[in-house]
């Protein structure tokens, strides 16, 4: 299997736990090697209670397969932070944004898939945000 080059944002996975056409591709993109975030995960949860009305039960199952399926998981350590920061000011990034991102570039990642960022912006001439609902 080729190492996992893509991160993926927490938006994804929600979309690859909703029905339609967003769901379809979120699922697609689980099927490739990815990277996530603890961070991603966390709000994966958060969002999967207070939105798709998942039970606990159904959340804590989602997260344990999430966790198998992906490549590696980027924890938040201080120096990820330090980068957020930054690349928060550079890129004009919301914080949140900031520290997936961070943890995007520490992971080496080549793509970070997120609707939520301008696709096509380009990070330190190495990380490329994609919008695969495009």
């Not at 209670?49 to 350590?77: C, F, H, Q």
């Amino acid at each position: 299997m080729p190492p996992a080059r893509s991160f993926l944002d927490t938006n994804i996975l929600v979309y690859a736990f909703s029905e339609g056409a967003r769901a379809e591709v979120a699922q697609s993109l689980l099927v490739e090697p990815f990277i996530l975030s603890v961070q991603a995960l966390n709000e994966f949860s958060n969002v999967g209670r207070k939105k798709l009305g998942m039970s606990w039960s159904d959340i804590e199952y989602a997260v344990a397969n999430l966790i198998t399926m992906s490549s590696s998981i980027v924890p938040l350590d201080e120096q990820i932070t330090a980068s957020a920061l930054d690349l928060a000011q550079r890129y004009n990034l919301a914080f949140n944004d900031a520290l997936m991102v961070a943890a995007a570039c520490s992971a080496d990642c080549e793509r970070f898939y997120s609707e939520d960022l301008n696709a096509g912006l380009v990070i330190d001439a190495g990380l490329t945000v994609v919008n695969p609902f495009r």
